[in-house]
């Protein structure tokens, strides 16, 4: 198989278990209040950066914040981006 085939291969076979891994944790478990966080509303978003690196963005919805983390390769940890924003401050229309 050739390298860019191989590449697409594995691409969709990860993104068929993250998506068999949220099914899983949808079906098996109840809602639960996590350790330290007042609500649950929270939204996940996988993107790239602007440098070519893969991100999760975490949005908290209860308090319209939201937070961005890269795999850090060098260093082998999960690492915060940037500060965390306000989107109520961000995407405030101008009078």
């Keep these: 198989m050739k390298k ?3 590449k697409g291969l594995i691409v969709a076979l990860v993104a ?5 891994l949220g099914a899983l944790i949808h079906v098996n478990m109840t809602p639960a209040q996590a350790a330290g966080f ?3 509303d929270y939204v996940m978003v996988a993107g790239k950066m602007g440098n070519g690196l893969d991100a999760v963005y975490i949005i908290d919805l209860a308090s319209n ?6 795999w850090d390769k060098t ?3 999960v690492k915060g981006i940037a500060r965390v924003r306000e989107l109520d401050k961000d995407f405030k229309q101008p009078k």
């Design 4 to 6: 860019h085939g191989m």
């Design 16 to 20: 068929a278990n993250v998506i068999l």
């Design 38 to 40: 007042k609500t649950t």
């Design 65 to 70: 914040k939201i937070a961005a983390f890269a």
């Design 75 to 77: 260093n082998k940890r």
